[in-house]
């Protein structure tokens, strides 16, 4: 979920599939789907979090998706930090109403802390380990 409305740059919270995770539930710790096969050995989200292949993908699908003019018509809409968070959305954590759409002032919420620390002046660097 890109992050970004009245702030001074757009940020990304990256969630990944996990074994379990149906919308309805968040699921575990680990990586299910096209995320499972990204990077040899990494198989939790905890791993993908802090494996620095792992990060790089992320990192260059993001750089892409800027580069892309009808994605990202300018450089005010490119995301500039992201982080990978330590579940997926679910309905039953809040994060999605029951037809699974994002209700994105509760994802912010929940997300406090780590988006004060994405926007904090002292991170340099565009990753930020959540977790």
């Known amino acids: 979920m ?9 940020v990304a919270l990256v969630t990944l599939k996990a074994k379990g995770a149906t ?16 990077v040899e050995g990494v198989t939790t989200i905890s791993q993908a979090a802090k494996n620095p292949a792992f990060i790089d993908l992320i990192r260059k ?17 490119a995301i500039q930090k992201f982080t990978i968070l330590p ?26 802390t780590v988006l004060d620390k994405l926007y904090a ?7 930020l380990a959540a977790f």
């Open 2 to 10: 890109m992050v970004g409305d009245k702030r001074k740059f757009n």
């Open 23 to 38: 919308g309805e539930e968040p699921g575990g710790d680990e990586l299910d789907g096209d995320a499972l096969g990204l």
């Open 61 to 77: 699908a993001i750089v892409a998706t800027n580069k892309n003019g009808q994605c990202c018509p300018s450089n005010a809409s």
């Open 87 to 112: 579940r997926d959305f679910s309905s039953r954590s809040g994060e999605l109403t029951p037809t699974l759409k994002t209700k994105r002032s509760e994802v912010e919420k929940l997300n406090k």
């Open 121 to 127: 002046d002292s991170l340099k660097e565009d990753y």
